[in-house]
């Protein structure tokens, strides 16, 4: 099945620990991205990758990193999580955009 | 930054009424545009789209509605089922990379 997979699904952390949220697509997609999703807010893009070892910068790429060694793999790395950052994640492959079920993360 | 804008946060129709959802947006240059139904819990899922060099697309009781003059697009879905009831919104591709979205339209359909 095709399908955007991302975990862990929830996540609560603690301010300054940081964490990666990885997710995998298979259906072959040179195109990935990744977005968070904030009431009121709707989607924004973080940062998204044309291809293996090319990313770029989205519309709110502070306090986040990514990379792209693998075709399949995109993941989201939080060096330093604020609470600020609390928000849902989607990860997002192809043209249209497929998504993940998201990653709901809470940093107290 | 890019601007989407959906005219009403939330939609309230008749199972079996059709259901139109707005949605402005501000950049002259964005090429491609999708519509997304979003359920609770769950990622976004594509429902259409529609490239900047066409005016009108339809899929299965979808229909899409594109006018580059005012800026604006509209999804239309015929014969509305419970089923349909979800937070739909729009995004803009710019520049063949980057996407913007708006907030979403909150539908609810009344059996």
């Known amino acids: 099945e095709a399908q955007v997979t991302q975990n862990p699904r929830y996540l609560i952390t603690v301010t300054g620990k940081k964490l990666t949220v990885t997710c995998s697509q298979n259906m072959n997609h040179e195109y990935m991205s990744w977005y968070r999703q904030d009431p009121g807010l709707g989607l924004r893009q973080i940062y998204y990758s044309m291809n293996v070892e090319v990313t770029d910068k989205g519309d709110v790429p502070e306090g986040y990193k990514v990379s792209r060694k693998e075709k399949r793999n995109f993941p989201l790395i939080l060096e330093s999580p604020s609470p600020n950052q609390t928000s849902l994640y989607f990860c997002?492959?192809?043209?249209?955009?497929?998504f993940g079920n998201g990653t709901r993360l809470t940093v107290t | 930054g890019e601007s989407v804008g959906l005219h009403l946060p939330t939609l309230s129709v008749q199972e079996g009424d059709n259901s139109i959802i707005n949605c402005a947006y501000s950049n002259s240059a964005s090429d491609y545009f999708i519509w997304y139904k979003q359920e609770s819990g769950k990622g976004p899922q594509f429902i259409i789209d529609?490239?900047?060099?066409?005016d009108k697309r339809q899929g299965q009781r979808v229909t899409v509605l594109l006018n580059k003059t005012v800026k604006h697009l509209s999804l239309q879905i015929a014969a509305t089922q419970p089923g349909d009831s979800a937070v739909y919104f729009c995004a803009e591709m710019v520049r063949g990379n980057q996407f913007y979205f708006g907030t979403g339209t909150s539908l609810t359909v009344i059996p």
């Open positions: 529609i490239r900047s060099n066409m």
């Open positions: 997002a492959s192809g043209f249209p955009l497929h």
